[in-house]
């Protein structure tokens, strides 16, 4: 248990520190395909803001989060994926809404790829988690299980 807190706040940390380096100390570079960009294009993603509401995403995510934290110290069996499962969706809802601050003629196609990843992952996650809860049946039989 100790353990699943321990990343938990590490990946906590890790938004935070991410989100403040993007948002206060402009460090543009860690922004998704942001440093390879024109440069006339990287100075309209930061007139727009796009950077900067991705670092405050970051930390707003971080922030959720942790108030998702007590739940650990619970009886509730599922902080983990409930945690985690938040973050998903927030994330990937956050940068479908983001994507309305990209360049112009890239707006609509980056809405797009964000939708349909976001279906895809989701899905795959959902399929994943249902199957995972099934119940298991072992057959015993003279020469194998």
């Not at 906590?12 to 860690?30: D, M, P, Q, T």
């Not at 959720?64 to 619970?74: G, V």
């Not at 945690?83 to 956050?94: S, T």
């Not at 479908?96 to 989701?122: A, F, G, Q």
């Amino acid at each position: 248990m100790n353990i699943l807190i321990g990343i938990q706040l590490f990946v906590i940390s890790i938004f935070l520190l991410l989100g403040w380096a993007v948002r206060y100390k402009k460090v543009y570079g860690l922004v998704s395909e942001f440093i390879n960009r024109p440069e006339k294009e990287q100075e309209e993603l930061i007139k727009n803001g796009y950077p900067q509401l991705m670092g405050a995403l970051l930390i707003l995510t971080a922030f959720c989060m942790l108030i998702f934290q007590p739940l650990a110290f619970s009886s509730f069996s599922y902080v983990m994926e409930v945690q985690f499962g938040f973050m998903m969706v927030f994330l990937m809802g956050g940068m479908i809404y983001l994507s309305r601050y990209e360049v112009p003629s890239k707006r609509n196609r980056r809405y797009w790829v964000n939708s349909i990843l976001m279906v895809l992952v989701l899905g795959l996650i959902g399929v994943l988690t249902y199957t995972g809860y099934q119940k298991n049946e072992l057959i015993i039989s003279d020469e194998s299980f």
